[in-house]
């Protein structure tokens, strides 16, 4: 049974029930994956629309593993339990698991089995001619020239059988066992038969260890890691009632995300730095002020600071960047006018932060939109970068789109902001 069918055959459990978005709220915070002995549960970000069927929200999981476990590190992966308690490291090797289960799918529902050779007597065949030389009787042929050969009639030939007793069996029956009990529930509602004796997990890590180190394959090499990752967790876990993947800060992994789709990689060459003048010692140079991206296209400079606020779900006001971050994005603006000689209409400045495109008070329809500019009562505001404009973009569109620096992503998002600087000039603030 292969990926897609086990995905077929899983499609009678309402996995849905087994979702959650979060709201972003304290408490609400956490996005990834959380299980013990009797239930798992998966938690996306704000914003995010879950599809209508079972098949497309198992693929959607397996996205969300993916991306957050290409943006986040360990220190990213810290549970805060309550304000008394340290933070909990959410290290559970989620990859390893699959791995094992999806090389256990690929062979059709079967396990990892090593062959044994064979050796046997046969005119035809894969012929071993150390053996053959050993028990092999040669006929003696007289050439005329007084020249003797001889003439091998039957070969010792190389088969080979399939052993399932092997210990490397034993122990990967046991890990697709284990991996099961944590994450079968998002391929197929059935669990393997239980393995029958396997070594003890510090063995176990021994043995694939070697297996590890003498195996050039790819694939084995695959499996035969995720198996090593499997066992060490389970060694060196304390807890076998719960297991968590993800992170209690999406804002960070929301940052890379907007980098990676839309950002220029030497961004750190755009934006200005600090340094302290002292009266003693040598001078200290701090680390430049950045936000989060700057897109470059069509020869324009888009800085772009991406914030995992909720306002994109609430409509409320109150969960919009405050009055600091504005500030920072005009001095970006600034910078990039005064230091790189970057005119008004070549620079942009704007905000992102995740909506539901199915679902929100706007009435917008596409997965980038405009929800209004933020302004600062000390400046004239008419310059384009003094505007910062308030972007949303979908989350699951983002989370999908996010490889590449995709071009017609990053022409939604210019239009989407240079659009609306086509408005009227910003009107004179109110006087009280």
């Not at 499609?11 to 408490?27: F, Y």
């Not at 500019?373 to 979908?394: C, F, H, M, P």
Request: hydrophobic residues 35%; contains cysteine.
């Amino acid at each position: 049974m292969d990926i897609d069918s086990a995905l077929k055959v899983a499609d009678g459990e309402d996995i849905r029930n087994r979702c959650h978005v979060n709201s972003n709220e304290d408490g609400d915070r956490f996005v990834g994956v959380k299980a013990d002995s009797d239930k798992a549960m998966v938690y996306f970000p704000i914003g995010y629309q879950l599809p209508e069927t079972d098949q497309e929200i198992r693929t959607d999981i397996k996205n969300l593993i993916q991306v957050l476990s290409e943006f986040t590190s360990k220190d990213d992966r810290l549970l805060s339990i309550n304000k008394f308690a340290a933070p909990q490291t959410v290290d559970f090797p989620i990859n390893a698991y699959r791995a094992v289960m999806e090389f256990y799918f690929s062979l059709g529902g079967k396990y990892y089995i090593e062959t044994d050779p064979v050796f046997r007597t046969s005119p035809t065949g894969n012929q071993h001619w150390p053996r053959t030389f050993r028990n092999q009787t040669p006929l003696v042929q007289q050439s005329p020239n007084g020249v003797s050969s001889l003439i091998y009639t039957d070969f010792t030939v190389r088969s080979s059988t399939p052993n399932d007793n092997k210990t490397i069996t034993q122990i990967n029956r046991f890990c697709v066992y284990e991996a099961f009990l944590k994450l079968g529930w998002l391929y197929v509602p059935y669990m393997p038969e239980k393995p029958g004796a396997c070594p003890d997990v510090k063995t176990s890590i021994q043995i694939v260890r070697s297996k590890l180190g003498n195996t050039n394959d790819d694939r084995k090499r695959n499996l035969f890691q995720g198996m090593l990752d499997m066992l060490e967790y389970m060694d060196e876990k304390t807890s076998e009632s719960t297991f968590y993947f993800g992170t209690d800060d999406f804002d960070h992994v929301w940052e890379k995300l907007i980098d990676r789709a839309f950002g220029e990689k030497n961004k750190d060459q755009y934006f200005p730095r600090t340094r302290w003048l002292l009266d003693f010692g040598k001078y200290k140079e701090k680390h430049p002020l950045m936000p989060d991206s700057i897109m470059i296209y069509n020869e324009k400079y888009y800085v772009l600071d991406a914030k995992c606020y909720r306002y994109g779900w609430t409509g409320n006001p109150d969960h919009l960047p405050n009055a600091s971050s504005i500030s920072k994005q005009v001095t970006y603006g600034e910078y990039l006018e005064k230091a790189h000689s970057i005119d008004n209409d070549s620079l942009f400045n704007a905000f992102i932060m995740p909506y539901n495109m199915k679902k929100n008070f706007f009435g917008l329809t596409e997965p980038v939109g405009t929800i209004g500019e933020a302004v600062s009562d000390w400046k004239t505001n008419k310059l384009n970068y003094e505007r910062i404009q308030g972007i949303v973009i979908d989350t699951r569109y983002l989370m999908y789109h996010y490889t590449g620096n995709p071009l017609k992503s990053k022409v939604a998002l210019a239009n989407c902001i240079e659009t609306v600087l086509k408005r009227l000039a910003v009107p004179p603030r109110s006087k009280k």
